[in-house]
């Protein structure tokens, strides 16, 4: 008893700087409470029977909530309809001032029929505004008695999906052996075995329906040290999959640590957009504390350039492809002549050059700078038989021809940058059909240099 004192104290004592929070924000908060009324509700519970204990604490808790300018509350109501019906039905819809309608409907409710649980959620859809300019919560208090029908877990499933509601509740009162299958499929459950914590349980809906939590992220190497960093970061909704926050998360020596106001009803897929990017799945946040989220990706730098020395022709400004060691999905496009930051790891790396230059298996170290410098390519200077020809030009590697490239049949000297290489050249002219026509010339291209080549 003295814990729940304790509890009811500083719950209403965070009340006045609730309620000027939500006198400063916009964003609008709907619960909407669903009560069980069937039969079961009139089976006594400690002191007297449930449907009168509920309809006491619920008096209670909407005169302690009265006056926030920033939260709606609508009543659902099942088994109340008559004896034989197991119908469901919008009581109290949302609007503003209905705090003697509501009151005034649960203190006449009386438990008359059979439980519709899953279909009062199925329908619930329905009771919130089509506005989209408020955070929708329901909040179902049940004895779980009854067998309800339908697939309560299921329908739960298809709200969240729907995106409509941010997150549901289920207060469970009664007996433990009356709730044979736990209802968290449903939503955060709680089963209340003393009546007594009915008021707290109420105010906690009503405390994380009305609070943010504070998020700061730190991305650390593995002894878990903080390092300079800029990195994108989406949190996306766990069910429903759409993007809920997006920052830039920016550390550095001195400056402030960022930290992201987040609602702390939902469940959340983090993706940090390093280099491979790091997802974290399912993560949910408390507003009782500062959550400090450190998350383990230790980065080091890989730098890619030519070799420092002048060539006589220009350099193409090649592309390099960038992917995970044995992974076929491109991680980057890094420019030759750049840095850019990877996580501790093995890549594969494609210089799109003529040939295409492939290193495999490149580490890349923890806070340590990788520096790659790639042999300058050489140009081969091409003079063909005055007649227009055809051919190709094929690199030799570990014993055989590759393909690199075609020759212009039109020109009769053609100048193409190569990387250092043996080459062979194959072609005939092009009106010739015998293959004794063909003319085949091995040649070298080194680094930075021309290599000229006649064909006569």
């Known amino acids: 008893m003295k814990r729940l004192a304790l509890t009811l104290l500083l719950l209403l004592t965070a009340l006045p700087g609730m309620a000027q929070k939500s006198a400063a924000t916009s964003e609008k908060t709907r619960v909407l409470i669903i009560l069980d009324c069937s039969n079961s509700m009139w089976d006594r519970w400690q002191s007297e029977p449930k449907i009168k204990v509920t309809q006491k604490v619920l008096l209670r808790f909407l005169d302690s909530i009265h006056g926030f300018p920033d939260m709606e509350v609508a009543l659902r ?25 509501l009151q005034s409907k649960i203190k006449t409710l009386v438990p008359n029929g059979g439980c519709t649980a899953a279909s009062a959620l199925t329908n619930s859809l329905h009771d919130f505004p089509r506005d989209g300019k408020a955070r929708n ?35 469970g009162i009664g007996n433990a052996a009356d709730f044979q299958h736990r209802l968290d499929c449903a939503g955060r459950f709680s089963f209340l075995p003393d009546e007594e914590l009915f008021d707290d349980a109420l105010h906690e809906v009503f405390f994380l329906s009305d609070q943010k939590a504070r998020v700061t992220l730190a991305l650390t190497d593995e002894s878990h040290n903080p390092y300079e960093t800029e990195v994108p970061v989406v949190f996306y909704d766990h069910l429903t999959h759409a993007a809920k926050y997006s920052f830039i998360y920016h550390y550095a020596i001195g400056d402030p640590v960022d930290t992201l106001s987040v609602d702390p009803l939902v469940n959340y897929d983090i993706t940090l957009f390093t280099k491979p990017p790091v997802r974290l799945h399912s993560q949910q946040f408390k507003t009782s504390r500062h959550n400090h989220f450190p998350v383990v990706a230790p980065q080091g730098s890989l730098r890619l350039h030519f070799e420092n020395k002048r060539t006589a022709f220009d350099i193409p400004n090649y592309s390099v ?45 923890s806070g340590s700078d990788t520096d790659l410098q790639l042999p300058l390519p050489g140009q081969l200077a091409l003079t063909k038989l005055p007649t227009a020809t055809t051919g190709s030009i094929f690199v030799l590697k570990d014993g055989t021809l590759q393909w690199v490239c075609d020759l212009n049949p039109d020109s009769i000297t053609e100048r193409i940058i190569l990387m250092p290489g043996d080459y062979q050249l194959i072609l005939k002219p092009k009106d010739a059909t015998a293959p004794s026509a063909t003319r085949t010339t091995s040649f070298t291209i080194h680094s930075a240099q021309q290599t000229g080549v006649n064909i006569k």
């Open 321 to 365: 492809l960038v992917r995970p060691h044995g992974d076929s999905e491109i991680l980057s496009y890094q420019p030759l002549g750049t840095a850019t930051h990877y996580l501790a790891g093995s890549y594969d790396i494609e210089v799109l050059s003529t040939p295409i230059l492939r290193l495999s298996n490149v580490a890349v170290r």
């Open 77 to 101: 109501v099942f088994g109340h309809l008559n004896k034989d019906s197991y119908g469901t039905q919008l009581e109290v819809p949302f609007e503003a001032d209905n705090q003697y309608k």
């Open 137 to 171: 919560i329901i909040l179902v208090i049940t004895d779980g008695m009854d067998d309800c029908g339908g697939n309560i877990c299921e329908v739960a499933h298809q709200i969240q999906q729907s995106g409509t509601v941010v997150q549901s509740f289920i207060i």
